[in-house]
Each structure stands twice: as C-alpha cells, then as structure tokens.
C-alpha cells in the first residue's frame, strides 16, 4: 500500500488476527505499556528542564537512591497497567511486596513485572536509560487470590511477551511474543510508534564486549580469564575485541543485539549472584536475545530456565551473541583458560 506506515497498534491488530481466539486483550495490555512509554519517553527528555532532576530522599528496596526519575515511571507505568483492566497484580523493581490492581479497576488474566527505569544513574548526564517489562499469563482461576509462587514466580520459558523501551536519541520499543523480535521507533511529530526493525536478529558472534572492568579483582578467574581472552587477537578475526560499557543495561543490550557482542554482569565477591534482577531484567532481555537468535546464561544454566524463588532474585547475567556467550561459559566453567 502507497504511504502505509506500520504502527505499532497496527503490527498488534495484525498479529491478534493470527489467532482468531485471540480475545484483544493482549493488544490491549502492549498498548497501555506503549503508552505509559511515551509518558515517560517525555518526561525523560524534559529532565533537564523541569525541576524533576535529583535524588529523592526514599531509598528503594535495594537501598539505593531513587532518583526522582524512577519514582515518576514506576507510576507511569503502575497507573497505566491498573487501569487498563489486563493485568491482576504487577511487581516493579521499585516495590519490596507485589503491586496489587485498585479495586476500582476490573483484574485480567496476566501478570506484568517490571523495571521502571533502567540505567538510572545515568539520568543526570543524558545518556539513554531504559523501561524493562516482562509478562506471565495466571496459572491459578481468575477466583482465587493471585499466588506469588504459581503465578509470578514462573521461569523465564512462560514468559508470553517481554520488551523494553530505550530512551536514546530516539525512543524505541523493542518487544517479543515469541514469534520474533520487533522494534518500533517514536515519531515524537505522530506520537505513534513505527515499525523500524522487523524480525531483529543477533549476529552470531559479535565484535563488542561490554563489561564494568573495573569489578576485575572482585571476579572468579574464569572470568577474568575471559576478559583476559577478549583482548587477544583470537577473540576477533586477528584483533582483540572492543570494548563499550554505557552501565545502562537497555542501552548496552539494545547496541548489541543490532551489532554483535556480549554482555556481562557476571557474580563478584561482593554480590555473589551478581547485580541484575532476574524477574526485571533478566529474564525478559533473555526472552528477545533467544528470539533473536542469541543466548543468555548465568554461566552455567540458560536464564529462561531459572526457577526463581523470590521477587527480587538477582542473577549473574551473561547475554548477547550465541557464540561469545558460550565462549564465555566455557571459561566459567574452567573448561578452558586460554
Ligand atoms: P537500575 O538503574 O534499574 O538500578 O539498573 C542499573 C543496572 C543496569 O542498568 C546496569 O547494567 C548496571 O546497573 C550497571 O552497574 P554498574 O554501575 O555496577 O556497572
Ligand atoms: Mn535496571
Ligand atoms: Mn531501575
């Protein structure tokens, strides 16, 4: 069709239509997502203006510092999954207990777990931060409580949609049913999200290593034996590989996925299961890397097969092309040195 532009809305019709069950109800929960993005998408390119900059003096249920950032996409997106009637709880990085609907508000039959705002220690130097969301469909009957262990304790493999929203020099929405992975760009003039990136695949081995080196003395050997490896002229074709680390996860991920690479956060002495989140963050970016045609491991189990057992699990998290990530694993797990 002449001038035909692929929203988002429209890919979702498109796809809904697949399913002649399909009740509209799923299209209907990516939207309020799509729209709580663009809430934030807004207010994140005005942080320099309003006075929204800066640390609150909450701290969050990690004892981190919320910056005021945070606290204004949590609601975002709280508000905008509550009222759109899709879901019947949601857990947010933010929120120590599992966030339940008003009662105001009719309860549907997923569950969405979240990071509000990712990478937010960059907020205050303009550099892409993100949103990070996952979603389950319930496995108990819609009159019973919701069960935190049945249906938002579920790995990664149940997942049925996982995405997330970069707000970089233009905003994008990048998600995934299982069926491949789509990525939308905000057209700030429109206010629609359009189909940028159909069908994004990972290349099989990658060129970039993305890592906070500065945790090195904190690492087992094997990963330092890797780190050691990536800069060796094997790594790469004859050249050691290169090394970007914005330390905003949707960020690094998003370049790796397009180009290539290998993202680490592996344990340390300090965090012995790493930083990342696995509910938030993990699983969901493991979701689209293996719909893309890559990996994502805790060194040595797939992330999509972890059981998780509390809300806000962490994870080492190794993720990014198949062939880096199982380079990877394999100086992990001491099969190799060199
Ligand atoms: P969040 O802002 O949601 O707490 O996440 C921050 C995370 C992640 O975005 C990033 O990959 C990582 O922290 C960076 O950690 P370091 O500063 O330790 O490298
Ligand atoms: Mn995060
Ligand atoms: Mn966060």
């Known amino acids: 069709m002449n001038g035909f532009v692929m929203t988002l809305n429209r890919h979702l019709v498109e796809q809904e239509r697949l399913y002649p069950h399909a009740t509209g109800a799923f299209t209907s929960l990516l939207s309020d997502i799509a729209l709580a993005a663009k809430v934030i998408s807004l207010h ?37 999954l509550a009222f759109g009637g899709h879901v019947c709880v949601m ?34 130097a303009n550099v892409s931060i993100g949103t990070i969301f996952s979603i ?37 929405l990048v998600y995934t049913t299982g069926a491949g992975v789509y990525g939308f760009t905000l057209d700030p003039s429109y206010g629609s999200f359009i189909l940028s990136h159909p069908k994004i695949k990972i290349p099989s081995k990658g060129k970039i290593y993305s890592v906070n080196e500065g945790n090195f003395n904190l690492w087992d050997e094997g990963v330092q034996n890797y780190i050691r490896w990536v800069k060796t002229p094997e790594a790469n074709n004859g050249k050691p590989m ?5 330390g905003s996860l949707v960020s690094d991920f998003h370049r790796n996925l397009l180009k290539g690479g290998i993202f680490l ?5 300090k965090n012995k299961n790493g930083k990342l989140r696995l509910m938030y963050e993990a699983n969901p970016l493991a979701f689209i890397v293996t719909q893309a045609g890559g990996k994502a491991s805790d060194g040595f189990n797939r992330i999509l097969d972890i059981q998780p057992r509390e809300l806000h699990q962490r994870t080492p998290l190794i993720i990014g092309s198949k062939e880096d990530v199982e380079i990877a694993e394999e100086f992990i797990q001491g099969k190799r040195t060199h």
């Open 136 to 172: 389950f469909r319930r496995t108990t009957p819609e009159d019973q409580p919701v069960s935190l262990e049945k249906d938002v304790l579920q790995p990664g493999y149940s997942q049925v949609c996982a995405g997330y929203v970069i707000y970089g020099s233009s905003t994008m």
């Open 242 to 246: 290169t090394s970007r680390y914005i």
């Open 265 to 269: 956060y592996p344990a340390d002495k």
């Open 91 to 124: 857990a947010s990085e933010e929120n120590e207990d599992l966030i339940p609907v008003p009662d105001e508000y009719p309860k549907g039959k997923y569950i969405c777990c979240f990071d509000p705002l990712d990478g937010s220690s960059n907020i205050d």
């Open 44 to 80: 994140v390119n005005k942080a320099g203006l309003l006075p929204i900059l800066g640390a609150t003096d909450t701290q969050n249920v990690f004892g981190e510092i919320q910056q005021k950032l945070d606290v204004f996409a949590n609601d975002a997106m709280i508000r905008s």
